[in-house]
């Protein structure tokens, strides 16, 4: 059985910063890719970022490009998501999920596994 937990999520004030991690066991953690979705309140659940198997190629929504970096560390079984310049329209449970192959993707359905989310709540 796949187990994930999210820590890292808070309130924070516009401009700021949070890391974000996720611990998965139950599976073999370093073939698989690796994303970072959010589910704004009222609103559809949305892609952040991927990470492929090695963590070498990344990529990332438009809206958080430049701002957002995930990492990986395979020997430990997590994924980060390090957030900058955090602002309001970040607000939301963000979820960490295991993609099906050593690529992901930002389309929901080729991710397996889902965490269960942790708040992020940005100040104005």
């Known amino acids: 059985q796949v187990y994930m937990v999210e820590s890292g999520g808070g309130l924070v004030q516009a401009g700021g910063s949070l890391t974000l991690s996720c611990v998965v066991s139950?599976?073999?953690?370093?073939?698989?890719?690796m994303g970072w979705f959010r589910q704004p309140p009222g609103k559809e659940r949305e892609f952040v970022a991927t990470v492929d198997w090695s963590g070498h190629a990344k990529s990332y929504a438009p809206s958080v490009d430049g701002r957002f970096t995930i990492s990986r560390d395979n020997f430990k079984n997590t994924v980060h998501l390090r957030m900058n310049s955090l602002e309001p329209e970040d607000t939301a449970v963000y979820l960490c999920a295991v993609a099906r192959g050593h690529f992901g993707s930002d389309g929901h359905d080729e991710y397996a596994y889902w965490g269960q989310g942790t708040q992020v709540t940005v100040s104005s």
């Open positions: 139950g599976l073999d953690f370093s073939t698989y890719a």
